[in-house]
């Protein structure tokens, strides 16, 4: 029987091939703008306009974008799974649960902590969602994994990359690596390296890699289903391609039909799915300081160090008048004053230093770095109330950063349960941290169940809070049992407090003292204990009830 032709071959992979050249070329301009901030972000765009005269790069940039990180940690997501459909609910219960140890298996808070820097450097950062075939000694698993953007090409103009018809993932490999994973490799001609790379420090020798492309694409089917195929190859070599494959060639590599890539924008732009980030917002800030640090320096080096007019043949000994660790300098003849005269440097005008100081905080406003944001205040400012309060309103730019990352970080949980109810089965189980610290195990049984397709809102909280926060939290609550929140008499007036009120935990608090207020209803309608009764007990009065206590009951049952 004569075989099947595959579906992609070498005729498809160049165009493919070209079809990359073509994204690449359209990215350049990107490209090229992330380079750049890398310089800046690494300290080495100062540039010396003379020999000998000092380049300062001030860090002012990276301490914003430090600060920025900070924010972005003290705030790390956790996610919440909840149901659209009360049949779903124990389903999100486990996927609550799962959901933190699959991301903990791809070390997602390390990799939280560095796609934070492209995100504030460049303007966006890029997570890839993929199903790794040898992880877990061959059973396979979830890789979550940070994507250089360098390496990944879209088609140019469109603003969401799951618009974009072809995406392409470029990454170098060394050849008798690929060899000894691909013998058809053997031999055979590869694709010369193109690769866009940082300004690295070291010296790189790519002449032994070759250029391997992860090509993904999308079909329309004829229903009208979207899927997403999967094609690697070296030069015009196909490595593995779903649509040669029978069991994907219906129905691409993912369910879910999406591109495993998220990006975390954090300014958009209209004509492209990257934005641009702070240090393009700051870096013409922070050149103009740097030359005013170099006008400065350069002053303060002339003014250090003397120089001195000197006449021909005036008499004096050169070498040990230069000499300043000699006592004597031996003059020959009469010495005139004009002989040598020291050349003296003007001070500069006071505006210059004052210029160099408005650049400073030109450039903490735009960035949002003001002083309070990092514990830092101003005269006049020394209440702890107050410097909360302005703390709290110089931080809405730090929060709009972080909800943009939970909207990533929501898309990026979105596809980790399309892989946990394509790929899992139902005798995998996962290891958990139950409620009593004790290891517990969870199956994922009915996750991957094809007669439907639940759905769930993932809700973001963060998992860490800053130690502020705690203590704004602690100083709440003690605040609230001052004030007689906790006595079960004042629990009316309390919960009418409550209802204009909206702080974290607050459902709870309603809660408890609604209970205190059932409980305190429950006693006073208790009837008196007759007299063989009360003998050795506490009887309890009976009297009739106030006004605010007959209120109670219904309070109590809308807090519940």
Same mark, same amino acid.
């Given at each position: 029987?004569?075989?099947?032709?595959?579906?992609?071959?070498?005729?498809?992979?160049?165009?493919?091939?070209? !079809?990359?050249?073509?994204?690449?070329?359209?990215?350049?301009?990107?490209?090229?703008?992330?380079?750049?901030?890398?310089?800046?972000?690494?300290?080495?765009?100062?540039?010396?306009?003379?020999?000998?005269?000092?380049?300062?790069?001030?860090?002012?940039?990276?301490?914003?974008?430090?600060?920025?990180?900070?924010?972005?940690?003290?705030?790390?997501?956790?996610?919440?799974?909840?149901?659209?459909?009360?049949? #779903?609910?124990?389903?999100?219960?486990?996927?609550?649960?799962?959901?933190?140890?699959?991301?903990?298996?791809?070390?997602?808070?390390?990799?939280?902590?560095?796609?934070?820097?492209?995100? *504030?450097?460049?303007?966006?950062?890029?997570?890839?969602?993929? &199903?790794?075939?040898?992880?877990?000694?061959?059973?396979?698993?979830?890789?979550?994994?940070? /994507?250089?953007?360098?390496?990944?090409? &879209?088609?140019?103009?469109?603003?969401?990359?799951?618009?974009?018809?072809?995406?392409?993932?470029?990454?170098?490999?060394? $050849?008798?690596?690929? #060899?000894?994973?691909?013998?058809?490799?053997?031999?055979?001609?590869?694709?010369?390296?193109?690769?866009?790379?940082?300004?690295?420090?070291?010296?790189?020798?790519?002449?032994?890699?070759?250029?391997?492309?992860?090509?993904?694409?999308?079909?329309?089917?004829?229903?009208?289903?979207?899927?997403?195929?999967?094609?690697?190859?070296?030069?015009?070599?196909?490595?593995?391609?779903?649509?040669?494959?029978?069991?994907?060639?219906?129905?691409?590599?993912?369910?879910?039909?999406?591109?495993?890539? =998220?990006?975390?924008?954090?300014?958009?732009?209209?004509?492209?799915?990257?934005?641009?980030?702070?240090?393009?917002?700051?870096?013409?800030?922070?050149?103009?300081?740097?030359?005013?640090?170099?006008?400065?320096? $350069?002053?303060?080096?002339?003014?250090?160090?003397?120089? &001195?007019?000197?006449?021909?043949?005036?008499? /004096?000994?050169?070498?040990?008048?230069?000499?300043?660790?000699?006592?004597?300098?031996?003059?020959?003849?009469?010495?005139?004053?004009?002989?040598?005269?020291?050349?003296? /440097?003007?001070?500069?005008?006071?505006?210059?230093?004052?210029?160099?100081?408005?650049?400073?905080?030109?450039?903490?406003?735009?960035?949002?770095?003001?002083?309070?944001?990092?514990?830092?205040?101003?005269?006049?400012?020394?209440?702890?109330?107050?410097?909360?309060?302005?703390?709290?309103?110089?931080?809405?730019?730090?929060?709009?950063?972080?909800?943009?990352?939970?909207?990533?970080?929501?898309?990026?949980?979105?596809?980790?349960?399309?892989?946990?109810?394509?790929?899992?089965?139902?005798?995998?189980? =996962?290891?958990?941290?139950?409620?009593?610290?004790?290891? *517990?195990?969870?199956?994922?049984?009915?996750?991957?169940?094809?007669?439907?397709?639940?759905?769930?809102?993932?809700?973001?909280?963060?998992?860490?809070?800053?130690?502020?926060?705690?203590?704004?939290?602690?100083?709440?609550?003690?605040?609230?049992?001052?004030?007689?929140?906790?006595?079960?008499?004042?629990?009316?007036?309390? !919960?009418?407090?409550?209802?204009?009120?909206?702080?974290?935990?607050?459902?709870? =608090?309603?809660?408890?003292?609604?209970?205190?207020?059932?409980?305190?209803?429950?006693?006073?309608?208790?009837?008196?204990?007759?007299?063989?009764?009360?003998?050795?007990?506490?009887?309890?009065?009976?009297?009739?009830?106030?006004?605010?206590?007959?209120?109670?009951?219904?309070?109590?049952?809308?807090?519940?």
């Amino acid at each position: 029987m004569q075989a099947t032709k595959p579906r992609i071959g070498k005729a498809e992979v160049q165009r493919a091939a070209d !079809l990359l050249a073509a994204y690449r070329r359209g990215k350049q301009a990107l490209d090229q703008r992330i380079i750049e901030d890398e310089r800046w972000y690494r300290l080495r765009h100062g540039a010396k306009t003379r020999p000998g005269e000092p380049a300062p790069a001030s860090a002012w940039l990276l301490n914003s974008l430090l600060g920025k990180h900070g924010d972005m940690m003290d705030n790390y997501p956790a996610p919440d799974v909840l149901p659209r459909e009360p049949s #779903d609910t124990q389903d999100a219960k486990t996927l609550s649960r799962i959901l933190p140890v699959v991301l903990e298996r791809s070390d997602f808070e390390g990799l939280y902590s560095r796609n934070a820097y492209p995100k *504030l450097r460049h303007g966006t950062a890029c997570y890839g969602v993929f &199903w790794d075939t040898e992880a877990e000694d061959g059973l396979g698993d979830i890789r979550v994994t940070a /994507v250089d953007l360098l390496n990944l090409f &879209w088609e140019p103009g469109v603003r969401d990359v799951q618009d974009s018809r072809n995406v392409f993932l470029v990454t170098l490999c060394d $050849n008798d690596l690929l #060899d000894a994973a691909y013998p058809e490799l053997s031999g055979k001609l590869r694709s010369p390296v193109e690769a866009t790379t940082y300004r690295s420090e070291d010296a790189l020798d790519r002449s032994g890699k070759s250029q391997v492309v992860d090509w993904y694409y999308k079909k329309r089917l004829p229903g009208g289903k979207t899927i997403v195929h999967f094609c690697k190859f070296v030069g015009s070599t196909v490595l593995y391609a779903t649509e040669n494959e029978p069991m994907f060639e219906g129905k691409g590599l993912y369910d879910h039909g999406q591109y495993p890539f =998220v990006l975390d924008v954090l300014f958009p732009l209209e004509d492209s799915p990257a934005g641009f980030g702070y240090v393009d917002l700051m870096k013409g800030t922070q050149s103009y300081i740097d030359q005013l640090d170099s006008i400065l320096l $350069n002053n303060a080096r002339l003014a250090g160090r003397p120089r &001195w007019f000197y006449r021909d043949a005036c008499g /004096v000994n050169e070498q040990e008048f230069a000499d300043f660790t000699r006592d004597f300098v031996h003059v020959t003849g009469r010495l005139d004053p004009d002989d040598l005269r020291q050349i003296e /440097v003007e001070p500069l005008p006071a505006f210059i230093a004052n210029h160099l100081q408005n650049k400073v905080e030109e450039l903490k406003e735009t960035s949002g770095n003001r002083d309070f944001a990092q514990g830092g205040t101003s005269s006049g400012v020394t209440a702890a109330s107050a410097i909360a309060a302005l703390q709290e309103a110089g931080s809405k730019l730090s929060r709009d950063l972080i909800k943009g990352s939970y909207r990533a970080f929501t898309q990026v949980c979105t596809l980790v349960i399309e892989l946990i109810r394509q790929f899992y089965d139902d005798s995998r189980a =996962v290891r958990i941290t139950g409620e009593d610290g004790k290891p *517990l195990f969870l199956t994922t049984g009915g996750l991957a169940r094809r007669d439907r397709r639940p759905a769930f809102d993932i809700q973001v909280r963060a998992q860490k809070a800053s130690p502020f926060s705690q203590m704004s939290r602690n100083e709440q609550a003690k605040e609230l049992y001052r004030l007689g929140f906790f006595r079960p008499e004042l629990a009316t007036q309390a !919960l009418i407090a409550l209802e204009m009120m909206d702080f974290e935990g607050i459902e709870t =608090v309603r809660g408890r003292i609604a209970e205190q207020a059932r409980l305190q209803m429950t006693a006073l309608q208790q009837p008196s204990l007759s007299g063989g009764q009360a003998a050795g007990h506490n009887q309890t009065i009976s009297r009739p009830l106030t006004v605010a206590e007959q209120q109670i009951p219904k309070a109590a049952k809308e807090a519940t």
